[in-house]
């Protein structure tokens, strides 16, 4: 986060009245302190030699900007625009016309939990640490438009998904007919959800070696290259707050809430074009912890300019998610053969 881009973030909370100084903290230094756990993985005791504060007040002034930038997540995480396609496919001949009605990418990752005694074995994921599956949307601006946070690190990225669009208290954004998101092969590929084939090679050194079905190879291969904003977005944010890889012995409320307050600031942050300029630089990292069964995307052999007529193509909206993809991936052969 750029000095500007903490000035107006530090303004905003002030004259919305949701962090208030006190007689002792000013706002900026209650924002410092928050950030300065977040953004370091910083302990307590750290923050407190560092802001030379007891440890009642860096835990006190912790969960007040805790609960007050959870509380923006409807404000700065929004569903994304789903009426115009975005320039990502629009001026992609990889993805233009066939993923034209994509609105965003979704996937489940791992993050950090601290948690102790009889509870931690539902907690523990993959790898066997104690985790947290947060289920995530991203646009192709790598910003978060969802988030679901709360289910241990035990649960199926299939169950955390389902929770979230049968419970309408979690709000999730369900884009128009004709509009999906894209998913990995561990969801199913249905309603507005466009998943990949499975048990189908797509990486370039599988497929010299093994040969396979090519229509699906190629769908594969661009379905998991502009899927991969997910990844992006999970990786540039876990890097810019380390607590989300080494979660500290907060109560079990406060963390479940700490990745979505991270989301906020990760979003209010990708708004400052000098903060997506450090992103650049540091270069994006994909995601380690995330759920998705193929990550890893060779350059597309296939990605050939396929001609100003494609721009014409019309991508029935009527189809099952299984005939639309078969559609999806008929349009690619012929479009990369002609």
Request: hydrophobic share 35%; charged share 25%; net charge negative.
């Amino acid at each position: 986060m750029t000095r500007d881009c903490f000035v107006r973030f530090s303004s905003i909370m002030e004259q919305t009245g949701r962090l208030t100084a006190s007689r002792a903290v000013s706002v900026e230094e209650q924002l410092m302190i928050f950030l300065f756990v977040v953004g370091h993985g910083a302990s307590n005791r750290d923050a407190q030699e560092t802001w030379q504060r007891s440890g009642s007040t860096i835990s006190k002034y912790f969960g007040i900007v805790l609960e007050a930038i959870f509380n923006m997540s409807g404000e700065y995480i929004r569903p994304p625009d789903m009426t115009n396609v975005h320039h990502t496919i629009r001026y992609s001949n990889r993805f233009f016309p066939y993923f034209q009605g994509c609105v965003g990418a979704i996937d489940g990752t791992h993050v950090s939990a601290c948690v102790g005694g009889a509870r931690a074995d539902k907690f523990r994921g993959r790898k066997g640490d104690t985790t947290w599956n947060v289920m995530a949307a991203c646009d192709f601006d790598l910003k978060f438009t969802y988030m679901l946070s709360g289910w241990e690190g035990s649960a199926h990225d299939a169950r955390v998904l389902e929770h979230a669009i049968s419970e309408p208290q979690n709000s999730f954004p369900f884009p128009p007919p004709g509009k999906y998101y894209l998913v990995d092969s561990g969801y199913a590929n249905r309603g507005c959800f466009l998943a990949p084939y499975r048990g189908t090679n797509y990486h370039l050194r599988d497929r010299r070696r093994l040969g396979g079905d090519r229509k699906k190879e190629q769908f594969n291969y661009r379905h998991a290259s502009l899927r991969n904003a997910i990844e992006r977005t999970f990786g540039i944010w876990k890097r810019r707050f380390p607590i989300l890889r080494s979660m500290h012995q907060f109560p079990l409320d406060k963390q479940a809430m700490i990745p979505v307050a991270c989301a906020v600031l990760h979003n209010f942050i990708r708004m400052d074009p000098a903060s997506v300029a450090q992103d650049h630089v540091s270069g994006d990292e994909d995601d380690d912890d995330a759920s998705s069964e193929d990550d890893s995307v060779d350059a597309d052999p296939d990605g050939v300019d396929v001609g100003e007529s494609s721009s014409h193509l019309n991508i029935p909206q009527d189809m099952d998610m299984g005939a639309f993809r078969d559609y999806v991936t008929n349009c690619i052969h012929e479009g990369s053969s002609g």
